[in-house]
């Protein structure tokens, strides 16, 4: 009888200004939706999505902001705890971008020393009518361990490239840390379903 692999639920927080598209950029990932008015006040929001990466069940808990953000109190009790934070900025916007940077720096002295970090530079779909320096964008994130990707919620790319990277990263963090049993089979990466849910239940994949 062969022995279930352990299932490992990832806590992943999203960071960014208001309005550079991190509350998008979930429902787009989890609901696969997308909405020209995205209400500014809605609730913090919690939702999962189940994949399977390399034969290991994961429950990806995304944590989203209710909007503190824009009067700058989100304090560390929102990422103490996180496996991974997706730091999301608007590509048209350099300030959000300044402020992906104050956050790296804030992560750096408060969060676990571990914690996963990929950046997305959203909004991508705006591109034509503004240039872009993406070489300065992929150096920043090289220098902190991130990668960077350019997502846009409104055409649904590159998101599900930035959520698989920052899973699959955070679970070899696990793995190397000892939170998981090492010899897994190595079966690529599934996706399973999607699971919105209304409140935190850290349990896992059962
Ligand atoms: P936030 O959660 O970071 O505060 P939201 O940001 O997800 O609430 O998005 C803020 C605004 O940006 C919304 O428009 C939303 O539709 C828009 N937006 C989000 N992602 C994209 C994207 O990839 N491309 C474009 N063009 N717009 C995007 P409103 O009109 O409500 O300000
Ligand atoms: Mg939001």
Known sequence: MSSKPPCVTLKLVLLGDGRVGKTSLVLRYVNNVFSEKQEATVQASYLTKRL?????????????TAGQERFQALGPIYYRDADAALLVYDIMDNNSFIR?????????????KNITMAIAANKSDLLRSRKFDRQEAES??????????????????GIDEVFLDIATRALQIKRSTGGLSPALPRKG??????????????????
């Open 52 to 64: 399977v990466i390399e034969g290991v069940p994961i429950t990806l808990a995304i944590w989203d």
């Open 100 to 112: 992906v940077r104050n956050w790296v720096k804030e992560l750096q002295q408060m969060a676990s």
């Open 140 to 157: 920043y994130a090289t220098s902190i361990g991130a990668k960077l990707f350019l997502t846009s919620a409104k055409l649904g790319t």
């Open 189 to 206: 990466t599934i996706i399973v379903d999607d699971e919105p849910e209304k409140e935190p239940q850290m349990k896992c994949c059962s």
